[in-house]
T-cell receptor
Framework: DAGVIQSPRHEVTEMGQEVTLRCKPISGHDYLFWYRQTMMRGLELLIYFNNNVPIDDSGMPEDRFSAKMPNASFSTLKIQPSEPRDSAVYFC???????????FGNGTRLTVT | AQTVTQSQPEMSVQEAETVTLSCTYDTSESNYYLFWYKQPPSRQMILVIRQEAYKQQNATENRFSVNFQKAAKSFSLKISDSQLGDTAMYFCAFLRGSARQLTFGSGTQLTVLP
């Protein structure tokens, strides 16, 4: 089991550019989550999917953020256009079933200059 | 809404000693789950231990154990025989039984001193 795989590990981009973060969940897991971690706000849930369907996106900051899960093994989080305040570590996590623990990827550190 | 409070931003412990990290939570739910996650400098979030609210017995995983006091809404983590590799940020987290939103505390930075 390779665990949750995120790419890239680091991303540096200029304000206004489009950023796409990628995630491959653990095979067989039916829930996928996107979290953002900052010093000021800690870990925040942005959105989660169940069986590839978005269930709750109330944590998505604004329309600049979008997430997709075209199949059970892949998800993207896109920011367009990016802003310096989007700088954070973005985590993807997956789980099997409703009440099982979340397994996290190594995160993507995004820096927007 | 659920809240999770970790009142100790930083702690330190000597290698081989025991340390306890505090966590309290606030909820009106009766069915829920509690977790401790560890985030070392590598940044990965690693599950340390899990407790189901309906279980009275405290969870234990090797050197890690919890003291779950449901009435007091307290969920502390005890690390015995601390090792240098235990140095990390530790997050307490709450999960409602009816939903998938994991709520995290603000974290406690633990440093194990040689």
């Amino acid at each position: 089991d390779a665990g949750v795989i995120q790419s890239p590990r680091h991303e540096v981009t200029e304000m206004g550019q489009e950023v796409t973060l990628r995630c491959k969940p653990i095979s067989g897991h039916d829930y996928l989550f996107w979290y953002r971690q900052t010093m000021m706000r800690g870990l925040e849930l942005l959105i989660y999917f169940n069986n590839n369907v978005p269930i709750d996106d109330s944590g998505m900051p604004e329309d600049r953020f979008s997430a997709k899960m075209p199949n059970a093994s892949f998800s993207t989080l896109k920011i367009q256009p990016s802003e310096p305040r989007d700088s954070a570590v973005y985590f993807c996590a997956s789980s099997r079933g409703l009440n099982s623990p979340l397994h996290f990827g190594n995160g993507t550190r995004l820096t927007v200059t | 809404a659920q809240t999770v409070t970790q009142s100790q931003p930083e702690m330190s412990v000597q290698e081989a000693e025991t340390v306890t990290l505090s966590c309290t939570y606030d909820t009106s739910e009766s069915n829920y789950y509690l977790f401790w996650y560890k985030q070392p400098p590598s940044r990965q979030m690693i599950l340390v231990i899990r407790q189901e609210a309906y279980k009275q017995q405290n969870a234990t995983e090797n050197r890690f154990s919890v003291n779950f006091q449901k009435a007091a809404k307290s969920f502390s983590l005890k690390i015995s025989d601390s090792q240098l590799g235990d140095t990390a940020m530790y997050f307490c987290a709450f999960l409602r039984g009816s939903a998938r939103q994991l709520t995290f505390g603000s974290g406690t930075q633990l440093t194990v001193l040689p």
